[in-house]
């Protein structure tokens, strides 16, 4: 675990300084931005600042060059892309699609906040990958123009170990878990297979476990096998509440 952990209180500092302007025309030499540039290079953090109902990235932090390799000047959402693990895309392409679900709802209720938090794998410079958790902060303001402002921190967590096929997932209106990460806040999260959600996603296809046993080479008897453990890790009662559940969070 990094050894600098620090109060998020610093980004609602930043929010405070340069909402009013929609994030532009941010001053490295302002004493807010220095010292939160200063808490990113010492924890292998970056931040990007988007106006979320216009898609469009405002700031970069200068970390990026050094995290994914994307000088911050042209950085842009399929940059990022781009990044991604080939076996995260999906995901990430899912946690992309329900941001815009909770910008549109921040939006139309012109108040509130919200929050969504995953890991996803990133191309580094040196061509490996890094473990990045996505904090996603978003937020409905009315200045200086009607918009779905959104901060997201992306902060190198290879020193955490995830339990095999996990990973860590949040979306709600807990905003109090924009904060540094630790080990009880990366552990919230799915801790089902890829085995076990290709089974999910198939079974919302409306296949049978006869027709699923058929497509992916296995057993009538290990689907079913496959269909219980879901319940029992989930402790939902049908698969259908696990679907629900999943397609609640942005995840089918």
């Not at 050094?66 to 080939?86: C, E, F, Q, R, Y």
């Not at 919230?188 to 297979?193: A, N, P, Q, R």
């Amino acid at each position: 675990m990094p050894e600098s952990p620090y109060s998020y209180s610093i980004y609602h500092d930043f929010i405070e300084s340069y909402l009013p302007s929609g994030f532009l025309n941010i001053d490295s030499n302002d004493p807010i931005m220095r010292k939160l540039e200063r808490l990113m290079e010492e924890n292998d953090q970056m931040l990007i600042v988007m106006d979320l109902t216009q898609t469009k990235i405002i700031f970069t932090s200068k970390r990026s060059m050094a995290m994914v390799g994307i000088a911050p000047a042209k950085n842009d959402p399929l940059k990022m892309m781009s990044k991604v693990h080939p076996e995260d895309l999906h995901r990430f392409g899912l946690g992309r699609a329900k941001l815009l679900d909770l910008d549109k709802d921040l939006f139309i209720a012109h108040k509130g906040a919200a929050f969504l938090s995953t890991n996803i794998r990133m191309l580094k410079p040196d061509q490996e990958y890094a473990n990045h958790l996505f904090q996603c902060y978003m937020f409905f303001s009315p200045i200086p123009h009607k918009s779905v402002y959104y901060l997201q921190v992306n902060t190198n967590i290879d020193w955490f170990t995830m339990h095999r096929d996990a990973f860590h997932y949040y979306v709600g209106d807990d905003v109090s878990l924009f904060r540094f990460p630790n080990d009880e806040l990366l552990n919230m999260g799915h801790h089902l297979t890829h085995r076990e959600f290709e089974i999910i996603k198939m079974i919302s296809k409306g296949l049978s476990s006869d027709q699923i046993a058929e497509k992916i080479f296995v057993s009538v008897h290990t689907v079913n096998t496959h269909r219980r453990n879901i319940l029992g890790k989930t402790g939902k009662p049908h698969i259908s509440d696990v679907i629900f559940d999943l397609m609640g969070q942005g995840l089918l």
